[in-house]
């Protein structure tokens, strides 16, 4: 009711009722004096009446002189009623925008705030985990790190020779940055008051194949003609409408222009737009563009070939043999060896059990479970770790130590169902009731990421409140074969090592922890056995971390995990 | 000037000027007949005023009567003027607009298109690719294939338990599914005309850090006040403005409100939102949404951890020695195994070769440049392609058989140099200048997807026009060692296999062919030597592709990969 009118300026009147609004001369009751917007600016009804060509119900004198010769003793009535019916409704408004702005404490009159960020103090509150202030950040250091050890990974190289190698692993950098899609583009911004609807997330296709475009609509002003155009990058474009060539010109090709004046059929042909992928590849995506007139919206197509499956037969019975491979590596300790695959077969007859091992003498185990391997002598800790599991041929492995033992408490049982019901990789257990979690935080950064490493888990396990989501664990875990195999133990660590797993796993493993999962260890006596007591000695000469081993080590860190350091 | 009026129906000046557009009945000189929307929908004037709310320029009686009392001397003049300029600018487009259609062949005078949809033979034609007809369908089958050998994989086991592997293997399905985050939800849809901009795709921010989500602006209408609100579900939100809480409440929230009446305020503190990961996962996407009354506009945020780089140091003068690692697996051949490394020797003196045996006598090579691995007698082809694959300390690795020949166009370099230029995971040369390539088409289905295998490439690969992409290669080829191992060697394929391993790699491994590179390969006549003669015999034993091993390996293809069948 509030409806077009003829108004014209200096028609008091109307403007004081909807004027009211635009200048806040406080005539309506109890409403603070704000501040809005410029004058000139669309002006509101009661009612909700939005549109700026629209003023509220105008002078008698106005609708007068629109409709002489009309019949008009009824109008009178109807403009008074719909005046009061306006005043009513603004009146309402005006309350209920009162009570909301008092439920968030009316601002006190005041000058524009100063439009400023919060100071870095603050800033280092809000987003800080673990004492490791994250963001937001240029670069990062391990310098701020207070009472903790740290690691310059740099420091490991011949400062003469540090320069080079920094090079060359920029150039390693840039191909594996290559190969993985890095750096990513910029996000793809969409501009408001788009006449378009269009797929933001989730449009995927596989190399070579054709998928449907969803959610493809024009919703602007009504025009004699549409002409609307789709583009494509790395596929061609398409439609399942049938309709002639004078309507869709570059069916077929990276371009596709739908050109009618019947806004139903350009709204049928939008929703069976086809893109086909013309080119194998494998992860990439291509930003596709609706266009009509100078509004353009941009939306995402991913050419993606999905993992195919490699899936397990647990077997009809779900026997544990047919799910998990117990895996270990041992050198020049084959008692101790020995003890572990007795300490197995106590409580797992039938398991399989691959051992690798390094030793100058092979051994002779008479196990018809066990898979014995004979590795180059001292070839290498993860070297063999990484044949071990190499062949394994179950769903699951199960990481032990040579020096462990397996007891009551050494539930496999628990760990399977964890790794059955929860999505992560790798679950580990306790070694004689010792709770060994930690996180690893990375930081990155164009100079080498930042690495710290603290105590204790990230979360609790969905579903299995005894358990954590963490970065690493002890020896003795569960895992998934095919994701174990996907990082690997680098065979480059021939002696000691067991953080630099977890590290190379980050990204890729997802790692918990529950300790009620408890595997013995055997003590570290000496033997009275002459034989074994020489081995053992021979064992201790090749397990003690070195200077030359850590130095190995740390500038492994630099160069192939791209670190600059670590707390 | 074509204005506002007080136009009333029965005017039929009015609605001859404006109703030409609206009926058509061909006033305008030159312009086709064709049929537009239904009567009543909106008019347009000439000049573009698009609202429903303005009607061209009225007749002068109606403007009298509006003006009852104005001076009324110039009126007429500047009527005739703006009507005479309306009908100018009304030709002018309408000619603009035929000369439009002409350059699309103006459809002729007929009843509305009817809707529908390609004939189904039609759409075979366009989506078909190798003459597979990949799309639109809901099912994939092989019966369709015409001459082709096929397979389907669920006859290899015995009927009587197929129902109870066909259910043990979808849960397995189910569990990988989970894992992998499949299936994905639908695509996310922005409505048209949105008044907000955001991020369509790119926002990505690793476990418990924190990122500034750009690109959010709201562009909607002036308001006295505006109440904006973001949520998200897998994070919280806050803003680096700084600004009271009574401008933005949920900081640290999952919902973010900003309440103002400061546009600028608003575009300020939009402009500064940060979102932070509160939960330690892998590969998920929080769906946030920004609201204003009820407009509502969502968008993903990513949560991915990237993994961490794994690069290796080519050192100082980039010796091919610390590239490149030759990898073979021998059985009951030793002869050839040594007339291979003399082979090799002769033009690579220093490249490591490592070579996995599963023989029943392990043997002696003298050669610091080898690495000889024992495993259990028979374990078998893949087992011990895996073995040698895990031992790799290089960023690339050389698969040769054992009784492959080096020779003067065995140019490893150029293998390289493919890999270090491209994004190939894998390159395949020839063995005896045989070029053998295959593709491997995936069609995905509820009961199992269906693989179409087709000789040749999909296309040449960019920088190397002598060079292929393609699915699949001979057993010569050179691979990056980590995405070798991450697709691996199943070690439960103990005899003949080839194909399986590229099956296994679909969506992981991109595998290119240059068949200029070329390997030979030793004869095979039979040996001279009695010694050698038994083993061969027996390895030929061993080699023969059984009837069981078949319907081990096509039962496998039916469970592990989830295949229905394969042409």
Known sequence: MCALSGGRPGTAGAHQLGGVWASRTGSAPGLAAVSYGPPGSETTCPGGAQSGSQRCAGTPQGLDMACAGCRRWWLPKIFFSAAGLCVVLFILKSVYLQAKFDSFKPEP??????????????????FTYNGIWLFPKNQCDCDSMHLRRRYNFQDAY?????????????????HFQRREGLPRPPPLLAQPNLPFGYPVHGVEVMPMHTILIP???YEGPDAPVYEVTLRASLGILNTLADI???VVQGRGQKQLTILTSDRKLLKFVLAHVTYTSKVYQHNKVDTVSLEYKSSVAKFPVTIRHPAIPRLHDPG?????????????????????????LQSIRKYYPDLTVIVADDSKQPLNIQDDYVEYYSMPFGKGW????????????????????????????TKIEVLVDVLEKTELDVVGGSVLGNVYQFKLLLEQSKNGDCLHQRSGGFQLLDGF????????????????????????????????????FFVDGLGTLLVGSCPEVIIGHQPHTPVTDSEWATLEKSYSKYRTNTNAQIQYKLALHYFKNHLQCST
């Open 316 to 340: 009809p019975e779900r026997k544990l043999r047919n799910l998990v491979t117990i895996a270990t590596k041992t050198f020049l300790r084959p008692h101790k060896l020995m003890t572990l």
């Open 382 to 409: 993860f070297a063999g770790r990484n044949l071990a599991i190499s062949q394994v041929t179950t769903k699951y492995v199960l990481w032990v130590d040579d020096d462990f033992l397996f007891t009551n408490k």
């Open 158 to 174: 011949d400062p003469a020779e540090l320069q080079a190698v920094k090079a060359r692993r920029q150039l390693e950098l840039e």
């Open 215 to 217: 959610g493809l609509q």
């Open 109 to 126: 009159s005041r000058p524009p705030l100063v439009l400023k960020l919060l100071p870095e103090v603050q800033l280092r509150n809000l």
């Open 244 to 246: 002639p060539d004078n």
């Open 465 to 500: 409140p005894n358990c954590v989501v963490t970065s690493g664990v002890v020896n003795f875990f569960l895992a998934h074969t095919e994701r174990l195999l996907r990082v690997g133990f680098d065979p480059r660590l021939q002696r000691v090592a067991h953080l630099e």
